[in-house]
């Protein structure tokens, strides 16, 4: 028989992508019995374990899918204005940034806040930041100022207080290319990334992520230099993967950690031996493309022109993000 009880079968039954949410007695019960911990950011916001899914299932085996109580999620408390237009901006950006001064979005004249905002949403559990490569161990918002961005718990506020149809982020990879564009005499700076490579698969491989997702959330996996955006600057370079200069997959484990991979839905468009990098680190990584390269070409050009099939894709990346999150 079930040991759970019917209030806390009622807050894991309410989660939003995995994220529980409940008063705080009920939390403490959960997080003791192992079937909740908190997330890794240090926002506030819990997680349920695979120990709290099994108990909900047991429990709903034994008493029916719905627990005695409202099944609706519980409404979060509205923020003060200020800190719920940052919340209600963030969810709107594909990028999910809630913007500082510091961040590029203040140089672009797009809508930024203070850090006194910052500090109250990161504190509420709506935002956190992301581990970076040169971090000697946790660090906080506080000490490092690091850009944030929307929490699942504050994606849950955005879609109750805001109406905002807020997921995941949808994050497309591609592999780059052998062809690369020479850098004309005279030119020192190299060609930003998503004009560097002008190989016939690269190109195709890269008109099907721009059909996929928005610009901002496409990296390119770079043999020499991991995980780029398509606007930083690059040199050609003469580097394969397996090279001794190539990247490896504890170079793409902090890339794709500083990338926030964990909180994503994620499509790798490329081949093998570039996803064979990537999956450790990113265990629920949609790999659509299956054959050669001619193939991998005639899927590209299929996800540009039909729309279910891109839907289809991004319906199975989610599938496998929850298959990953509860077997963890």
């Known amino acids: 028989m079930s040991t759970l009880s019917p209030t806390g079968a009622a807050i ?13 007695a009920a939390m403490a019960r959960l997080r003791a019995d ?22 909900l299932k047991q429990w709903q085996d034994e008493h ?7 099944s609706a999620p519980a409404v979060l408390r509205k923020l003060p204005a200020r800190q719920h237009e940052a919340v209600i901006t963030a969810a709107r950006r594909p990028d999910q940034l809630v913007a500082g001064r510091d961040d590029e979005a203040y140089h672009k004249g797009e809508p930024w ?3 006194t905002t910052l500090r109250a949403v990161h504190n509420a559990g709506y935002a956190g930041i992301r581990p970076q490569p040169y971090d000697d161990g946790p660090v906080t918002w506080e000490e490092t100022g690091r850009s944030l961005y929307l929490t699942p718990l504050g ?23 052998s062809e690369k564009r020479p850098i004309p005499p005279g030119q020192r700076q190299g060609w930003p990334a998503g004009e ?33 955006p398509l606007t930083r600057p690059l040199h050609p370079y003469d580097v394969t993967i397996g090279d001794e200069k190539a990247v490896t997959a504890e170079r793409m484990t902090r890339d794709t950690a500083a990338l926030g991979l964990d909180d994503a839905d994620v499509i790798f468009l490329g081949g093998q031996e570039y996803a064979a990098l990537l999956r450790p680190s990113v265990p629920h990584l949609l790999t659509p493309l299956t054959g050669g390269m001619g193939e991998h070409r005639g899927l590209c050009k299929q996800a540009c022109e039909h729309s279910a099939l891109r839907e289809s894709w991004w319906k199975q990346a989610a599938s496998g993000f929850e298959e990953h999150t509860t077997a963890g």
């Open 113 to 115: 806040f203070l850090g």
């Open 155 to 177: 994606r849950q506020y955005a879609r109750q207080r805001g109406n905002v149809d807020v997921r995941r982020r949808r994050v497309v990879i591609i592999a780059c290319g």
């Open 64 to 70: 029916g899918d719905a627990p005695p109580v409202a």
């Open 34 to 55: 192992s079937l909740v911990v908190p997330h890794h950011d240090g926002s506030g916001a819990h997680r349920m374990t695979a120990a709290g899914r099994r108990a």
């Open 12 to 24: 894991l039954a309410e989660h939003e992508d995995g994220v529980v949410t409940g008063h705080a």
């Open 196 to 228: 560097l490579y002008v190989g016939q698969y690269h190109r195709s491989l890269r008109a099907a992520a721009d059909a996929l997702t928005h610009h901002s959330l496409i990296r390119i996996m770079s043999a020499r230099h991991g995980l780029v």
